[in-house]
């Protein structure tokens, strides 16, 4: 009998859970088609200008005219020089003490 009682149990918690895991992706997806508002006001009151999100104005709601992210291309071997140079440059390096075993 108590068996029945946790298939029961665990059964609505499932039915509850994905539920819950449809609306969270069905609000996901209605959310990613809305754009942001401006905090600028367009020029024309039916000018169809995207939205943008607010992270790309400034305090005062102009545009931000910088990159938010630059990345750089490298090598594996300068990528493992830059760490080695990091991990010697640093307090507790063992570069000039022999290595603990």
Do not use: W
Not at 79 to 96: C, E, I, K, M, T
């Amino acid at each position: 009998m108590l068996h029945l009682i946790y298939v029961i149990a665990f059964t609505i918690i499932a039915f509850l859970a994905i539920a819950n895991l449809m609306r969270s992706l069905m609000t996901l997806g209605i959310d990613s088609q809305r754009g942001y508002p401006t905090p600028r006001r367009s020029p024309l009151a039916g000018d169809p200008t995207p939205l943008t999100h607010p992270e790309m104005f400034d305090d005062r709601g102009n545009p931000i005219n910088e990159p938010l992210l630059v990345m750089r291309s490298m090598t594996v071997e300068d990528a493992r020089q830059r760490l080695d140079a990091l991990y010697n440059a640093s307090p507790g390096s063992s570069v000039d003490k022999p290595e603990e075993i």
